[in-house]
Nanobody, 120 residues
Framework: QVQLVESGGGLVQPGGSLRLSCAAS????????MGWYRQTPGEQRELVAA???????NYADSAKGRFTISRDNAKNTVYLQMNSLKPEDTAVYYC??????????????WGQGTQVTVSS
């Protein structure tokens, strides 16, 4: 079994910062891309940022210049540093990882989600 456990969400004022973490554990042979998505009620889940095992990053336009994704491959953990937060960043943030759970078998896994609320 593979689990993704997120932490770091919460309530922050506009202009503030938060750092999200997501640790993968369980039967893991390797992890390819990891990423963060977010979702608001009634909307589709959208990509915020992603990072390959080699460190190549990709950001949504809304995240560029404010958010930074990074990962620690030794700890199977991905981070999302969010600065200059805006009320429109309010959402449930989900971690995603493409994991080889058995030699030659890969699938996408999701975390349980962590709420980020940006409000004064």
């Amino acid at each position: 079994q593979v689990q993704l456990v997120e932490s770091g969400g919460g309530l922050v004022q506009p202009g503030g910062s938060l750092r999200l973490s997501c640790a993968a554990s369980g039967s893991i042979f390797s992890i390819n891309a990891m990423g963060w998505y977010r979702q608001t009620p009634g909307e589709q889940r959208e990509l915020v940022a992603a990072i390959t095992s080699g460190g190549i990053t990709n950001y949504a336009d809304s995240a560029k210049g404010r958010f930074t994704i990074s990962r620690d491959n030794a700890k199977n953990t991905v981070y999302l540093q969010m600065n200059s937060l805006k009320p429109e960043d309010t959402a449930v943030y989900y971690c995603n990882a493409n994991i080889e759970y058995r030699r030659g078998f890969r699938r996408s896994y999701w975390g349980q989600g962590t709420q980020v609320t940006v409000s004064s």
